[in-house]
């Protein structure tokens, strides 16, 4: 079920109901009712159709309804709202950022692609910031087969301007680490123009290992986002829907900290 402190902040986000000029018609099931729907498919795992009858809504509805606010944005709305009741609590922490991704099997559908590390099966990938306590700030999908090195810009500029305790809004992180896949000169000089720090391993120069020590939480966030059972193997073949179930499972994530 929703809680009330995530509801409150669903209903900041979800856009009204569309009206009905002629009348008549079912009635449209609550908003959240279909919000808790949506989150027990997203961490049970379970298809729309195994809802169990006790939500109200049906998996049409629930699926329709999540169609509709996934095209108007509402969850990577719902989760910047978050972020930005975290940083006004001061709960983010800028100094030392990482980022990483994760490769799941996949069934068809656009931005899948051959994983190299599956005997090249079908699989997509998901690459995520975070800040130094694992809360994920930017999240992206993309084919398994994608080089990591080309999600870093696209993910550091997806981080949203977040509200801070004291001063304007932040989106930039102090330093960022990352693996040996982000090792290239180009990384390198566009963090540095624009005067954020980099820690990444350099491929046979380093050893994982030491960079491991400050590395691990992103590779906990991951661990965290496996808890919504839906992120183990991509359904969607619109991976719109797919990075909208990512989305949902980071915000409950960063949800879980404002109500820890």
Partial sequence: MASDDLW????RVVPPAPERPQGGGRRRHGDREVLAAIIFVATSGCTWNQLPPGFGPSGVTAFRRFTEWTEARVWAKLHRLVLDELGAQGELDWSRC?????SVRALKGRLTGPNPTDRGKNGSKIHLTVDRNGLPLSLGVSAANLHDSQALIPLVRGIPPIR??????????????????YDYSHLRRWLSLRQIGHRIARRGTESSQRLGRHRWVVERTVSWLSGCRRLHRRYERNPEHFLAFTAIAATLICHRRITS
Avoid: M
Avoid at 8 to 11: G, I, M, Y
Avoid at 98 to 102: D, L, N, P, T, Y
């Fill in 8 to 11: 409150e902040l669903f209903e």
């Fill in 98 to 102: 990482a980022i990483g991704s994760v």
């Fill in 164 to 181: 801070s305790r004291r001063g304007p809004r932040r989106r930039r992180p102090d330093k960022l680490r990352g693996d040996k896949g």
